[in-house]
């Protein structure tokens, strides 16, 4: 029996648990033309602490959709939490009252499980500080099945910030459930977290560390880039130290293989040249649109 009170992280994912949204989703993508009323008279809140385009507008366009309406901010000062200092828990008791889904960005790790503890409604975390980000790996597990027909067997390079990234730890913990290679490619400090590392092994993958872009986009089916994450960093000369080590050029695509595919949550600054957009293996903006049917079955499962 599949149950979904919250979306917190990965963890409270089983594998049959992944499969189940991975294969509602592929049902969502023809409801997600001719639109359905399965969601009419359901209100999804969306409370963004942090910026956002994609995930916000994704969940927004699932919920309208699906036939449910939306409320929600995104931009914290003109909330009485920016404003006037109102405590996470008692932002919570509020919109509870008004909704009856609540998807939340945070800067704070943790930030989701306090969330879920204080709501008497169903949480999605859509984002906690540096920690997870599980809705996007969802999407990109999906990605992977669809575009190339299967995840066990993929060899997987996980690129650019593995550190402050909330996305590759919440894929990386996602990809410990499958039968997957694990390429880790990151500027030496920003490598990736030593649990994670763990969990990946302890499940029995195949994981290396590299240390060039080169390695990492050789001999693999999917480069999954991603962007130093800027605002995590406490000193901005680390950032400096470390920007523009990695990134995918024409001259990386290059040495990829035909059918491989690059795949980046967005939004990119510098990491993927702009002339690589054109190129087959680019397929980061229909990853976007993944991120609709995905959410779509996410929500349809927790109102079911
Ligand atoms: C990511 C995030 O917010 O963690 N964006 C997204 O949701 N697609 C990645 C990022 O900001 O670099």
Redesign the pocket.
């Known amino acids: 029996m599949f149950e979904l009170p919250n979306l917190i992280s990965i963890h409270d994912l089983s594998r049959q648990d992944i499969e189940v949204i991975l294969d509602t989703s592929a049902k969502m993508e023809l409801v997600a033309v001719e639109r359905s009323k399965e969601l009419s008279g359901k209100i999804m809140a969306t409370l963004f602490f942090?910026p956002?385009t994609?995930?916000r507008l994704s969940f927004e366009s699932a919920m309208l959709r699906l036939g449910g309406s939306v409320l929600g901010f995104a931009d914290i000062g003109v909330t009485s939490a920016g404003g006037k200092g109102e405590t996470l828990a008692d932002t919570i008791r509020t919109v509870e009252r008004y909704a009856d889904v609540i998807v939340m960005?945070h800067p704070l790790d943790g930030s989701a499980r306090v969330a879920a503890e204080f709501s008497k409604i169903p949480v999605i975390n859509?984002?906690s500080g540096a920690e997870e980000?599980p809705t996007?790996a969802l999407l990109d597990l999906y990605s992977i099945r669809k575009m190339m027909r299967r995840i066990d067997g993929l060899t997987i390079s996980l690129c650019g910030d593995l550190k402050y990234?909330?996305?590759v730890h919440s894929l990386g913990m996602a990809l410990s459930k499958y039968d997957v290679k694990i390429k880790l490619a990151a500027p030496e400090a920003l490598r990736m977290k030593p649990a994670i590392i763990d969990e990946m092994k302890k499940s029995g993958l195949d994981v290396v560390e590299v240390d060039t872009i080169e390695e990492a986009v050789r001999d693999v089916d999917v480069v999954y880039m991603?962007?130093i994450?800027k605002e995590r960093f406490p000193d901005i000369r680390e950032y400096d130290a470390v920007k523009g080590e990695f990134r995918i050029t024409l001259h990386e695509v290059g040495m990829m293989r035909n059918d491989a595919i690059i795949l980046h949550?967005?939004?990119r600054v510098d990491e993927i040249d702009a002339e690589v957009d054109a190129t087959p293996q680019a397929r980061y903006f229909d990853q976007v649109y993944n991120g609709v049917v995905t959410r779509m079955a996410i929500l349809s499962l927790i109102f079911s």
């Open positions: 942090e956002s994609r995930t960005r859509a984002g980000h996007q990234g909330r996305t991603t962007r994450q949550p967005l939004p």
